[in-house]
């Protein structure tokens, strides 16, 4: 069977795709960038940062472009007046709440919009203490975007272990383990995934962390180290 | 039924429950043993600030606040076949006449129970009730007479919209899940009621439970479906229960199960019991929910239509959508249709709360104006000395409403062009002492709290608007502030990802359209115009004390000084600002002042 082809217009350029592509995909192939930060190709989009919103002529709302696909006919606008603004929003909302200072593509994107986050000052910040329960790796959630990529590669999208997931409600909102326990009683086979997806610096190697703490090499092995099998916890 | 044949009914929805009305009802039963008057229970009648409600039919008596001791001379009236108890009579606060039935009562005569004309005369945990009144004969009709197809159209036709809120035509979305092709479906049942002040859902389910699952069975027919779920929060003990007493009843009736009716037809319920999260209300997140995760909303499309619970077409629709059914079904679409407006059809339902004479449950045509609920069927202000300040539709959703919109008719679509929404049906009552920021950051407390935290603009931007209000209402509110909090509204409206968050900051907005000088009052003078927030406000007594030291008594904090029969003063250091001397202050003497905002800046 022949696939279906839909045309569409991104931002006045003219596209056909095969019916079912996302508007993100879509885009790509029209050569319109759209940002993007929870989106990550190798896990289930989920829509949830809301950063590559798209106007879509007739929606009522703003579409997510990494989940919605394209319709036939359609016609988008990626940088609309009302699209840099929710954008905009978002975007100072993070750098005011997040520490991103170790995510430079964060950064560029608050440069780039324009961002002022200084307006949300004396807001509440988003302020964890880091945890520091295994020998492979730091959380420090105050640098947490919470994209969920770290929970889905722990889970259907990769490992399947289901070590990670979402606690509190709210602006009190993060990603935790199964009653807050320590991750070395947890489920976690400590397969480094999570760590590979994370966008910020929230999800950290412990002897990179370490490094960077100034630490010697080889007490940085002498740290992180196992002392043999039958000594783990 | 005979004459003389009289049937006691007492209310027991859970505001009269938890007024003893079981133990009035064990007293009654008691008391009319051996007679032929029989005594049964029912769920809510609607009146509930006045429960305990016993009610004497067929004359349809009205006994309003019957407590244990009045049982006794109900009993006798009874008994003795003499008079109904006059002193238990409701009084009419305008004309304070005692009112013998519920016919004369205007809180019943201005209304139109459609979906309520069971609830408070029927007895919920007998189904041989419900049959008494008409029950499952939609059901059989549809079943039997029908074909899937006509039922779809008579709910189409009937033009009846989704009673959650969203006002999403009914049968546009049983159609979508009709055409969508799949062996398995399902009907959930959204009864996870959350607005603060709403208890529409649960009174429906705890009064009338089968008119629920008939609508369900009836649905499911229609969209050939086999499973249905209500989603019901487990804050509802006596409506589960009454559930499923229902379900159980139905199931051994055959109204329920495989070969419903003999027919050929299966359709069987379940009662799924939330947690308690707001967001669950949400379609996509009480699926997810039911699935056994987090409940967290989803992106749509896909729709629960194509792609729903356990990603097999679902249809999910309100409790009292559900209940709508069976009376389109029995007395045809165009009967349905002639009630209402042109485009909102049917009754709307209303929990009436807040600063309102007569709190309860009401059902009205669509189109009625905002005013004859409030002053007609409610009975206006609480205190009848305070002026009406605004009146909240839709919940957290929603809006509130001034004195000048009180004309405006209650549908759909005309709520929405005034900035609130006709939400699930809580409808809160506020009085001139109703501070209109306080509201706002009330509301936005909520969404924040409430929200799941899967989206960033709901996450972070609810935060941000409460710390901007809380600010405000503690005096820290600075001039660019107002602008801010519109600006954010815009972007969360915009972006957020599911119904939570694009209405979440309607409160803040609506309040800003029609009391921007309350924020503004706030924000550049330092005053509360309700007096109601306690960093804009200071207690004062006048001259005119004549030192009876009442206030001084009951202050908890020591702050009031002064000798007998002298005059008294607040330190203001110490006060915290309870109010309880403007409270005990004598009305004759009524020395205690509150003041607020320039005043506060020029003694201090």
């Known amino acids: ?233 | 039924m005979e004459a003389n044949d009289k049937t006691v009914l007492i209310c027991r929805g859970t505001g009269c429950e938890s007024a003893k009305s079981p133990a009035i009802q064990t007293e009654l039963m008691s008391g009319l043993q051996g007679s032929d008057v029989e005594v049964k229970f029912t769920g809510c009648h609607g009146m509930c600030q006045q429960g305990p409600i016993v009610i004497v039919e067929p004359q349809g008596t009205f006994y309003a606040n019957v407590k244990l001791k009045d049982v006794e001379p109900i009993v006798g009236s009874l008994k003795n076949g003499g008079g109904p108890v006059e002193k238990l009579f409701y009084k009419d606060p305008a004309t304070k006449e005692g009112l013998s039935t519920y016919h004369d009562i205007p809180f019943y005569s201005r209304q139109k129970r459609l979906v309520l004309q069971n609830c408070g005369r029927i007895d919920p945990e007998d189904i041989d009730d419900y049959l008494a009144e008409g029950g499952y004969e939609g059901l059989k009709k549809a079943i039997f007479d029908m074909t899937p197809d006509a039922v779809v159209q008579a709910v189409l036709d009937s033009g009846l919209r989704g009673r959650g809120g969203g006002g999403f035509p009914t049968g546009r979305k049983w159609k979508f899940t009709q055409d969508a092709p799949s062996d398995t479906k399902y009907v959930l049942c959204n009864a996870d009621e959350g607005d603060p002040g709403a208890f529409m859902d649960r009174s429906v389910l705890e009064g009338d439970p089968h008119a629920v699952l008939e609508g369900m069975a009836i649905a499911g027919f229609a969209i050939g479906a086999q499973k249905g779920y209500i989603y019901c929060r487990a804050e509802y003990p006596l409506a589960i229960k009454r559930l499923q007493i229902a379900i159980e009843q139905a199931r051994e009736r055959g109204y329920l199960g495989k070969g419903i009716m003999d027919g050929d037809f299966d359709f069987d319920i379940d009662i799924f019991h939330g947690a308690g999260a707001f967001v669950c209300g949400e379609e996509t997140a009480l699926i997810t929910s039911i699935e056994g995760n987090r409940g967290m909303p989803r992106s749509r499309p896909p729709y629960p239509a194509v792609k729903g619970l356990y990603d097999k077409p679902t249809l999910l629709n309100n409790v009292k959508t559900y209940a709508n059914v069976r009376l389109i079904i029995n007395n045809g679409a165009d009967w349905f249709a002639s009630i209402g407006t042109e485009k909102s059809k049917g009754t709307a339902v209303f929990a009436l709360t807040g600063k309102i004479a007569n709190s309860g449950l009401v059902e009205v045509p669509m189109g009625i104006t905002l005013r004859e609920i409030i002053f007609d069927i409610g009975g206006g202000m609480l205190d009848p000395n305070k002026n009406f300040k605004a009146v909240q539709t839709g919940g957290p959703s929603g809006g509130c409403l001034p004195e000048s919109f009180l004309d405006t008719p209650v549908d759909y679509d005309s709520l929405i062009e005034a900035g609130s929404m006709m939400g699930s049906g809580g409808m809160v009552v506020m009085d001139e002492d109703t501070c209109m920021v306080d509201v706002a950051r009330y509301f936005l407390d909520f969404t924040e709290k409430e929200s799941c935290g899967k989206c960033v603009p709901c996450r972070l931007g609810t935060k941000q608007m409460l710390d901007i209000l809380e600010d405000i209402v503690e005096g820290r509110g600075k001039p660019g502030d107002i602008e801010l909090l519109e600006d954010l509204a815009v972007g969360i409206k915009a972006g957020s990802l599911c119904g939570l968050g694009q209405t979440a900051p309607n409160p803040v907005l609506t309040t800003l359209r029609y009391f921007r000088d309350e924020y503004e009052a706030h924000i550049n003078h330092h005053a509360c115009p309700a007096k109601q927030c306690k960093e804009l406000i200071t207690y004062h007594i006048l001259d005119t004390c004549v030192g009876c030291g009442l206030c001084r008594r009951n202050c908890s904090t020591n702050a009031i000084i002064g000798e007998q029969k002298e005059l008294h003063y607040i330190d203001q250091s110490l006060c915290h600002k309870c109010g309880v001397c403007f409270e005990v202050c004598p009305p004759k003497v009524f020395s205690v002042e509150i003041r607020t905002g320039e005043v506060k800046l020029v003694e201090s």
């Open chain 1, 1 to 233: 069977m022949s696939e279906k082809y839909i045309q569409l217009t991104i931002d006045g350029t003219p596209i056909s795709v095969p019916a079912g592509t996302t508007i993100l995909d879509a885009a790509k192939e029209a050569d319109v960038e759209i940002p993007v930060l929870c989106y990550f190709a190798h896990t289930t989009a989920n829509g949830l940062c809301r950063l590559c919103v798209v106007e879509v002529e007739g929606a009522r709302m703003l579409q997510a472009a990494c989940v919605v696909a394209a319709q036939d006919g359609a016609v988008v606008h990626t940088r609309s007046p009302k699209v840099e603004r929710a954008r905009r929003t978002l975007l100072e909302m993070l750098a005011s709440t997040v520490d991103i200072s170790e995510s430079p593509e964060l950064q560029a994107l608050v440069a780039e919009y324009e961002c002022f986050p200084e307006r949300f000052e004396g807001g509440k910040k988003r302020q964890p203490v880091v945890i520091d329960d295994n020998p492979v790796y730091l959380r420090d959630y105050s640098q947490c975007v919470m994209c969920w990529r770290c929970v889905q590669v722990c889970a259907d999208d990769a490992q399947f272990t289901y070590a990670l997931n979402f606690s509190g409600r709210g602006f009190d909102t993060q990603i935790a383990t199964f009653f807050d326990k320590p991750l070395t009683e947890t489920t976690c086979v400590f397969c480094g995934n999570c760590i590979g997806v994370c966008p910020t610096g929230a999800l950290k190697a412990k002897r990179e962390y370490l490094i960077e703490q100034g630490v010697a090499p080889e007490q940085v092995l002498e740290l992180t180290r196992l002392k043999g099998r039958k000594n783990r916890t």
